[in-house]
C-alpha cells in the first residue's frame, strides 16, 4: 500500500498486513493481542452454570515458545510502521503481560509507564482458590530509550481528573450493558474493551488529526473513540464477524464538527510546542537590544538584553535567560522563559513568554495558509 487507508478495517494477519503500510506513518498504535489464557476447562460458576471465558481459537497457541514468537512478529511490524515521535500501548493480564514486556524491551521499545486498570466490577473466582482478578496492565511505550518527542496531553489529563495529576491506576468498570456488542443474546466478543479505557489512552496520547492503529480491532472500540475524538484509526482483523459488527458500529457514529485541535483534548503544551529560542524576540521586532529585563516581574533585579540574545548583569556577567535568571535568583536552575518581564508601552510588567507565544501564533497562521 502507497498510501495510508484511514478511517478502514482491514482483514488479515497484522503480522502481514502491517508490512504493507508505509513505514513511520502511525501516530499511535493500541493493541489489546491475544492473551493465551490456556484455559484447559470449562469455568463453571457454584451453580454449575457455565461462564462465558475467553475460549476462542484465536487465544489458542501451543505453547510459550509459540505466542512469543507471535508476540515479537507483531510488535516488530508495529515498530516498523509507528513514527519516531509516537508510542504504543499493549494491554494484557498476568497470563501474557511479563512476556510481552520483556519481548518490547528486547525489541528496543522503553516503557513509559506501565498502567493499571483496576474493574471495578470484576468477575469472581468462582472456584474461590485465587484472588480475584481484578485488573490488568497497560504498558506504554516509546519507540527507542533515545526518542525525546511523543505526545502527552498531560494538562488535559489532569483537568479531566479534576485538576489532579492523573495517577497509573484507573478504575474504570468492565464494558457491560448497552455497550457491550452482543449476537443471539450472547457477547460476540469475549474481552471487549469498556470505550472509557480507550478514550483515556487516545485523549493522553494523541492530537486532533492524528493516526491511530489497532492491530487486533475486534468490534472496534479503538475506532469508535478515535472518531469521537477526531482522530484518525486504521484497524486490522481477521474475524469477519467482528468487522461486520465494528462496521455497523462506526457507521453509527459521527465525526465532531470542529478541528479545533484545543476542543479536542490535543492543545500543544509547552513542552510539545516547537522551540522558539529567545534571539527570536529580537529577530522579530519583540524586543530591542539595550532593553531591560526584570526577574519574577519586579524591578529589584535586573538584566540587559544584548543582540546575540544573551543577557548581562548591572555586574557585567552574560549568560542565557536561564542562566542569568538562576545567578540572580540565587538557585541551581530557573526556567528563564516564566521569570522574566519586560515592559510594555503602558508601563505594566508582563512575562516574556507572551512575546514567544506571538511567534508561535504567526507560525500556526502562516502553517494554516500554506495547508489550506
Not at 70 to 99: M, Q
Not at 137 to 166: E, I
Not at 192 to 206: C, D, G, T
Request: net charge neutral; glycine share 8%.
Amino acid at each position: 500500500m502507497t498510501a495510508l487507508p484511514l478511517n478502514q478495517i482491514l482483514q488479515g494477519d497484522c503480522r502481514e498486513i502491517l508490512l504493507q503500510l508505509p513505514e513511520k506513518s502511525v501516530d499511535l498504535i493500541f493493541a489489546d493481542p491475544p492473551y493465551n489464557l490456556q484455559l484447559q476447562n470449562a469455568l463453571r460458576r457454584p451453580d454449575l452454570s457455565a461462564v462465558d471465558a475467553v475460549d476462542d481459537d484465536w487465544d489458542r497457541f501451543a505453547d510459550f515458545a509459540a505466542y512469543d514468537q507471535f508476540t515479537r512478529e507483531w510488535l516488530s511490524a508495529c515498530r516498523r510502521v509507528l513514527k519516531d515521535t509516537g508510542t504504543l500501548w499493549v494491554i494484557g493480564s498476568y497470563h501474557n503481560i511479563y512476556r510481552v514486556g520483556s519481548i518490547l524491551q528486547d525489541l528496543g521499545y522503553w516503557i513509559l509507564n506501565d498502567i493499571v486498570w483496576i474493574k471495578t466490577n470484576p468477575m469472581p473466582n468462582f472456584r474461590g482458590v485465587r484472588f480475584t482478578n481484578a485488573h490488568e496492565t497497560l504498558l506504554w511505550c516509546k519507540k527507542s530509550k533515545l526518542q525525546r518527542r511523543y505526545t502527552f496531553n498531560y494538562h488535559a489529563m489532569k483537568t479531566a481528573n479534576d485538576g489532579v495529576q492523573m495517577r497509573s491506576d484507573w478504575a474504570i468498570p468492565l464494558c457491560t450493558g448497552g455497550e457491550r456488542l452482543r449476537a443471539n443474546g450472547e457477547k460476540l466478543h469475549a474481552t471487549q474493551k469498556p470505550e472509557a479505557l480507550l478514550y483515556r489512552v487516545i485523549l493522553a496520547s494523541s492530537n486532533a488529526g492524528d493516526v491511530v492503529l489497532d492491530p487486533f480491532f475486534g468490534t472496534g472500540t479503538t475506532g469508535a473513540v478515535a472518531k469521537r475524538l477526531g482522530r484518525h484509526f486504521i484497524g486490522i482483523e481477521r474475524e469477519p464477524r467482528y468487522i461486520a459488527a465494528a462496521q455497523a458500529r462506526l457507521a453509527d457514529i459521527g465525526a465532531p464538527a470542529t478541528r479545533d485541535g484545543e476542543v479536542l483534548g490535543g492543545a500543544q503544551s509547552k513542552r510539545s510546542a516547537p522551540r522558539i529560542p529567545f534571539a527570536a524576540l529580537l529577530e522579530n521586532g519583540l524586543l530591542l537590544p539595550s532593553q531591560v529585563l526584570y526577574l519574577d516581574g519586579r524591578r529589584e533585579k535586573t538584566a540587559t538584553v544584548l543582540a546575540d540574545g544573551s543577557l548581562r548583569t548591572p555586574e557585567g556577567e552574560r549568560g542565557s535567560i536561564h542562566q542569568i535568571g538562576a545567578l540572580l535568583a540565587g538557585q541551581s536552575a530557573c526556567n528563564g522563559w516564566e521569570r522574566w518581564y519586560f515592559e510594555g508601552e503602558d508601563g505594566q510588567l508582563r512575562p516574556i513568554d507572551a512575546l514567544r507565544e506571538q511567534i508561535r501564533q504567526a507560525q500556526q497562521e502562516r502553517n494554516s495558509h500554506s495547508g489550506s
